[in-house]
């Protein structure tokens, strides 16, 4: 029956309409495949070497290889900052199909705090998609094990092994060596970032602030070969890192520890220099912190506890403490005066126990009177006056002195300015005279403040840093060193750098320094209690300065005072008197008295001499 | 036939001749011979394709034999009898896309697979073959060039089947049975007013099919082409990891194993879609010059069979079975090379992959029957 229809058809012009269709439609075909042919030719051939490098620049990645951050040795070589290996889990960014999935998953298999995250997203603003962007640090044992179980349905975490600083000793250097932690996002914005690739953590204070750039060493690159998904096949060249350079200190362990267990629950602060070359042997501040904490970034309630405290444990009081220095300045203005020709070592001063200005009736107590009811002595010498801490003949010294002149001569010990010590954040202190009370106060200088300057008391402030500096020029005897924490570079000593000397008359020091052994060898000595039992001489100077003002007339009374209106104790020394080997400055602060000062500098200088004697250093 | 003597010297010498295995197998050498080169090309791709995976190359080895298979079993077949059966094979091909919604299984939101227990199809693979078959065959009914009532009908056999595919939903496999049933038309003869009429309506249609007719992530695709810029890491990943395979493959390619963007995984779908930039990167433009004119040797000498079938019917499903696999090739090399959006459409016969392996060659031992039909009017 079809091949009755078909029998009726036009075959002739169907095959020519089938025709013209067959060649029209090859005609599209060939022009098709031309345009194919065409589009082909210009990817491979026009574009070809765009097309290249984006292909290279695919496949191959610079990645980082961080420096090892320079380790820090105390002068004996014991390791105070170590780098830890430890696991931190990243997270890469363009893996990450849904965030919120991701964190609910991660969430029940690791205790995973808000904090974390919202430091990841703060940091991520900075990185490529395909970096691995840490989003917990130090994973434990337990936590690793688990992530690697579940590994198959986080294909967008990665776990990383990297070195962790840790300091070995925690709160012991908190002050001394500082801490390094996190870069956070205004560091980030500030530094080098090709120098910091791969580089995590930077030192934020003290020490490990101070030589930054030395301890990160230099970032190494390696170019790699990866798959779409950031694997790294191999490596196809690299430069490696320079580690950062290892830094030994003059810090020593051993001193350290005797400071900072002699100072007990007390707040306060312990220095102790070499005076052969300005080498910081201790350098103590109570209280302090667990330095680890930082590391990986602290917790904001740990923080804002360790910010809050009244004990302001983050305040390095060793150098950012400043303190009116009382007494201890007294072997300095007595100096001064001797070398002004103002006194002699024989010049004497009546001591009723206190002292008034001429045509005034106000009165200066000396401190003893509260004790004696009278004064040190009738007649005080310079050396009693420095042993036994007599005010009224430094009241009477101050007076003909002036301020001006007062402040001339402690100039040179460094109070006023800077040590230059390699640490960060320490402060100037105040050194007081007319045009600093004009320019600062817009006051001029009234006699009656001479007075109290000259007990180290009133404007003038120093650092327990500062004093240790002035006893190390006390005990070199004019000469001194620009205090320094970092002995050596990498087995290289760093330069010693001397101070401008402080040139007087031998006798005059020698007349000073006796007045100092006094202090703790005389049986009126302030500090005698320490004088027995010992196998070296020490000289010291006692202080107390007072936190409250005294009305005229009025008593101090320990016991009913608050706490934190206690006066502070302070105590300087040096050892042996004749050749010294270490001074020691020690503040305690509301101790009360220097007497809260005095068993720390002994213990301190103990432990230096027990160690000579037993063959160490 | 006299018009067609001239080009053709010697072609009734040919079956004057005693039968050849081939003759005998209903083998079309010279339709064969382009087609093996291009499946043990595909091999050689595919290797380098999978990251040197040889399960991958002997899987797509069985694919080849059972298609060539099919190819042999459908090339037996008389022409006469495709076309008998070619409405009932339609008719169930709808009938099995109409159940698709109700028992079909999906994946990545769309419903396309029918489970048969041991295997799953798509019933569009077979509409891909049964479109063709029944158009041609509604159009023996009627006097070439058709009349606007056989038309229409025509046009009704091609949209409801692409509508339903459309709805599972699966808009290119949609649109490649469509075009395989308007091909016929257009070999019917469709008129060149009908053809531009249609082109203009399409063209104003395209903006309202924008709004209410294309889902997101359709229009998504067509976005991703005007600029794969935008999107670097989502859609526009894929057509410019492909450009760039493809361009820095330069003029002599990579090397065979050696391309870094297919082999780094940066290429997605190496086996199987968007295998012709493998190809690309690793044997240069000079690979892509070579494999552009196999596949012109095949579709030409589809046309040629189409020009010497010895029926209408057979005329008509040539043109249209050439021209059908003539707009895989465009839009597969078109998509990977980023002039056409992104649409699921294999590279024919070297493309990963069982259905559209098969499906294709059936198609080809149906061109083989076209070409090996005896010669009723001149014997």
């Known amino acids: ?617 | 036939m006299a018009d067609y003597d001239r080009y053709l010297p010697g072609s009734q010498r040919a079956f004057s001749r005693r039968k050849t295995i081939s003759q005998f197998l209903h083998l079309d050498l010279l339709l064969l011979t382009p087609v093996l080169i291009l499946m043990i090309g595909g091999l050689v791709v595919l290797y380098s394709g999978s990251d040197g995976d040889s399960g991958t190359v002997i899987r797509q080895i069985r694919n080849q034999a059972v298609g060539l298979l099919a190819m042999l079993f459908a090339a037996q077949i008389r022409l006469d009898t495709y076309r008998r059966w070619a409405p009932a094979l339609f008719f169930a091909s709808i009938f099995l896309l109409v159940l698709v919604p109700f028992f079909g299984v999906g994946a990545k939101g769309a419903q396309r697979w029918l489970s048969l227990g041991v295997m799953r199809f798509q019933p569009s693979e077979i509409m891909k073959l049964a479109m063709p078959l029944m158009v041609a065959a509604w159009f023996t009914r009627y006097t070439i060039p058709p009349k606007p009532a056989a038309l229409f009908g025509a046009l009704g056999l091609v949209i409801i089947p692409a509508a339903l595919i459309a709805s599972q939903p699966d808009l290119g496999t949609s649109l490649l049975v469509a075009a395989s049933g308007f091909f016929v038309i257009f070999m019917a003869g469709l008129s060149w007013w009908y053809l531009a009429s249609a082109a203009a309506l399409f063209a104003l249609s395209a903006w309202p099919a924008w709004l209410f007719l294309l889902k997101d992530y359709q229009k998504q695709r067509v976005l991703t082409l005007l600029d794969p810029e935008s999107d670097k890491l989502g859609a526009g990943w894929n057509i410019i990891q492909s450009k760039t395979a493809i361009g820095s493959g330069g003029w002599e390619g990579k090397g065979w194993m050696q391309g870094t963007q297919s082999h780094l995984d940066f290429l997605p779908e190496s086996q199987t879609d968007f295998i012709i930039a493998v190809l690309a990167e690793e044997f240069g433009l000079r690979g892509v010059l070579v494999l552009l004119l196999i596949y012109l040797l095949i579709i030409l000498r589809g046309f040629w069979v189409g020009l010497k079938a010895q029926t209408g019917f057979g005329r008509l499903l040539a043109g249209a079975i050439t021209l059908t696999l003539f707009v895989y090739v465009f839009v597969n090399m078109g998509m990977v090379a980023g002039i056409l959006p992104v649409v699921g459409v294999p590279l024919p016969l070297v493309s990963f992959g069982g259905t559209s392996m098969v499906t294709l060659l059936l198609s080809l031992g149906v061109l083989m029957a076209i070409s090996t039909e005896k010669r009723v009017i001149d014997q």
């Open chain 1, 1 to 617: 029956m079809s091949a009755g229809r078909e029998a009726l058809r036009d075959t002739h012009r169907e095959t020519v309409i089938n025709g013209v269709r067959v060649f029209t439609a090859i005609l599209i075909v060939v022009l098709a495949f031309s345009a194919l042919a065409w589009r082909y030719y210009t990817l491979q051939i026009v574009q070809y070497e765009r097309f290249l490098t984006q292909s290279d620049r695919n496949r191959v990645r610079l990645e980082a290889i961080p420096p090892k951050r320079g380790l820090i040795f105390d002068r004996k070589g014991r390791l105070l900052a170590s780098n830890e290996p430890s696991h931190r889990l990243s997270v890469v960014v363009e893996r990450v199909n849904d965030w919120d999935i991701l964190l609910t998953k991660l969430k029940t298999l690791i205790a995973l705090d808000e904090e974390a995250i919202e430091r990841f997203e703060a940091r991520r603003q900075y990185r490529r998609p395909y970096d691995a962007v840490p989003l917990k640090l130090q994973l434990t044992e337990e936590e690793m094990a688990v992530i690697a179980v579940n590994r198959h349905i986080l294909p967008s975490i990665v776990i990383e092994a990297q070195l962790t600083r840790n300091y070995p000793y925690g709160e012991l250097f908190s002050h001394g060596v500082g801490y390094v932690g996190r870069i956070n996002e205004r560091e980030t914005a500030e530094i080098d970032a090709e120098a910091y690739r791969g580089t995590l953590h930077m030192g934020k204070v003290g020490l490990e602030k101070w030589y930054e750039e030395i301890l990160h060493g230099t970032v190494g690159l390696q170019n790699v070969e990866t798959n779409a998904r950031g694997r790294v096949l191999r490596v196809l060249d690299s430069e490696p890192p320079v580690d950062g350079d290892d830094l030994q200190l003059h810090l020593d362990l051993d001193i350290q520890r005797a400071a900072f267990e002699a100072l007990g629950d007390q707040r306060g602060a312990v220095v102790a220099i070499d005076p052969t070359n300005g080498g910081v042997l201790a350098l103590v501040s109570k209280p302090g912190f667990d330095s680890n904490l930082f590391v990986n970034g602290i917790s904001n309630r740990a923080y804002s506890g360790l910010r809050d405290s009244g004990d302001t444990p983050l305040l390095n009081r060793a150098v950012q403490g400043q303190y009116p220095p009382g007494s201890t300045v007294k072997p300095m203005i007595g100096l001064g005066g001797l070398e002004q020709g103002l006194i002699t070592a024989e010049t004497t001063v009546p001591d009723p126990g206190w002292y008034s200005l001429p045509g005034d009736s106000r009165r200066y107590r000396d401190w003893i009177l509260r004790i004696r009811g009278t004064g040190h002595a009738p007649q005080v010498d310079l050396q009693m006056a420095i042993a036994e801490s007599c005010d009224v003949y430094y009241y009477d010294l101050a007076r003909r002195m002036g301020i001006d002149a007062m402040a001339e001569s402690l100039a040179p010990f460094g109070l006023g300015e800077l040590t230059g010590l390699d640490i960060t954040s320490e402060k100037t202190g105040i050194l007081p005279n007319t045009d600093w009370k004009r320019r600062v106060l817009g006051q001029p200088w009234y006699p009656g403040e001479s007075l109290s300057a000259g007990i180290g008391q009133g404007y003038m402030l120093a650092t327990p840093l500062q004093l240790a500096q002035a006893t190390m020029v006390l005990a070199n005897r004019g000469i001194s060193y620009v205090p320094s924490l970092v002995w050596r570079v990498n087995g290289n000593p760093v330069d010693i750098e001397e101070r401008p000397p402080l040139v007087a008359s031998p006798e005059h020091w020698a007349t000073v320094i006796a007045g100092m052994v006094g202090v703790v060898h005389s049986t009126a000595g302030t500090a005698a209690s320490i004088g027995s039992n010992l196998s070296y001489t020490i000289a010291g100077k006692t202080g107390t300065s007072q936190v409250i003002g005294i009305a005229q007339d009025g008593v101090y009374d320990e016991d009913e005072i608050l706490e934190r209106h206690r006066n502070h104790g302070l105590f300087i020394a040096f050892a042996p008197a004749e050749n010294p080997e270490i001074v020691v400055a020690v503040i305690a602060e509301n101790g009360g008295g220097s007497s809260a000062a005095y068993p720390v500098a002994r213990a301190v200088l103990d432990a230096w001499f027990s160690e000579t004697q037993n063959g160490g250093l």
